[in-house]
């Protein structure tokens, strides 16, 4: 039975991913907490944090629910300590794609990262429905890498990976750069901007005197029916007026070279080491 050391596990990310792993026979997992608040969460779901060296010196998979921006820091430290195969598996891709994570030769680094449940789904369950990230009762996708170590490991990887997301659809291997691509590029830095900027007109036209709840109805109702119509679930086309509105508004919205910026290689590296490093 392989040893699992969970890091962080009393913290949010680390609680969805002890619920998926504390009935699971195949393997053992020893959970790793400093905080005193994070101990009590373990505590209530009847399990205990294994003092932080101890865990290490078990470990064949070590899992990193931790901060962006501690998770070098911490490598450094624990990195030298793992036996020779141990896997270091990352749930995001700053850390390995800004570069700080410790070089050794004679281990291996898997990054796995949800892709949450799809808009679309046939989820039947009111708690499942309600299940807005995943990992809990709705089904979800996860895309993997494996950024380090022999072929063999990803399919070691992408195994661990299914349970800590469960219930999962779809594992998409894509290398470290791309899962970047994607986040925070595609995800962040372009959708989450331009969810905001789109909460940010709600609000405004809340201020000029319509109802709240009807703005509210109107709108995410459209924002569903719009992301079936552009991404062709409706099977129905844009109307011309309304194509017409959103062609004269890109102008206004968007900087014509908005893509080469957004999505380009070295600016997607750049915010990648920001968030590692957690510049501002």
């Known amino acids: 039975m392989s040893t699992i050391t969970l890091m962080g596990a009393g913290g949010k990310m680390g609680l969805r991913i002890v619920r998926n792993l504390k009935d699971n026979t195949d393997y053992k997992t020893l959970y790793v907490e400093v905080s ?50 141990t896997m270091v598996m990352g749930l995001d891709p700053a850390a390995a794609y800004a570069g700080v994570l410790p070089e050794r030769e004679d281990i291996s680094y898997f990054i796995s990262h949800p892709c949450h449940p799809p808009m679309f789904g046939e989820e039947t369950d009111i708690k499942a ?25 990803y399919a070691k990887g992408e195994d661990i990976a299914r349970i800590i997301f469960a219930p999962v659809l779809r594992a ?4 470290t750069e791309q899962m970047a691509v994607l986040e925070p590029a595609l995800v962040e830095t372009l959708t989450l901007t331009c969810f905001m900027v789109i909460h940010d007109a709600m609000e405004e036209v809340i201020k000029m005197g319509l109802p709240k709840q009807a703005v509210l109805d109107f709108l995410l109702g459209h924002i569903r029916t719009l992301v079936a119509i552009v991404w062709d679930f409706a099977g129905a086309p844009v109307s011309d007026g309304a194509k017409l509105a959103s062609t004269k508004a890109r102008e206004q919205l968007f900087q014509s070279d908005w893509k080469k910026k957004v999505l380009k290689i070295e600016n997607v590296r750049q915010s990648v080491k920001d968030i590692a490093e957690q510049i501002s």
């Open 172 to 175: 998409h291997r894509v290398t």
């Open 129 to 153: 429905q309600r299940d807005w990230f995943g990992g809990v009762k709705a089904k979800q996708n996860i895309v993997c890498s494996l950024q380090h170590g022999p072929e063999k490991d």
């Open 36 to 85: 005193d608040a994070g101990k009590a969460s373990l505590a209530e779901l009847g399990l205990s944090a294994t003092p932080q060296d101890e865990a290490l010196q078990q470990a064949d998979v070590v899992i990193l629910a931790l901060p962006d921006r501690l998770i070098g820091k911490i490598c450094d430290a624990i990195v030298p300590k793992l036996r020779s195969g």
